[in-house]
Nanobody, 116 residues
Framework: QVQLVESGGGLVQPGGSLRLSCAASGLTFSNYIMGWYRQAPGKERELVALITNAGSSTDYADSVKGRFTISRDNAKNTVYLQMNSLNAEDTAVYYC?????????WGKGTLVTVSS
């Protein structure tokens, strides 16, 4: 059974930083493209960042480029999202995603709230 468990969310002040983690189990992690998505209240879920299975390539939403960094440790079956210079528009539930071909798995999400 595939499980993706996010952690690291919480309340942070504008301009602050957080590091999200997603621990994966039940799959061959190094075969999967990993991604972080987010859903703000009243909005659709959107892609934040992607990283290829070997970690050689990444992609980011324009709104987070230069502020967020996605990385992965295939030895630990974990993907990370380092978030810097956070602002109120980054407030959302952040979801971890694993996909390969027609298979697509989601975590339950972790809430990030940016507020003073």
């Amino acid at each position: 059974q595939v499980q993706l468990v996010e952690s690291g969310g919480g309340l942070v002040q504008p301009g602050g930083s957080l590091r999200l983690s997603c621990a994966a189990s039940g799959l061959t992690f190094s075969n999967y493209i990993m991604g972080w998505y987010r859903q703000a209240p009243g909005k659709e879920r959107e892609l934040v960042a992607l990283i290829t299975n070997a970690g050689s390539s990444t992609d980011y939403a324009d709104s987070v480029k230069g502020r967020f960094t996605i990385s992965r440790d295939n030895a630990k079956n974990t993907v990370y999202l380092q978030m810097n210079s956070l602002n109120a528009e980054d407030t959302a539930v952040y979801y971890c995603n694993a996909r390969i071909l027609h298979m697509n798995y989601w975590g339950k999400g972790t809430l990030v709230t940016v507020s003073s």
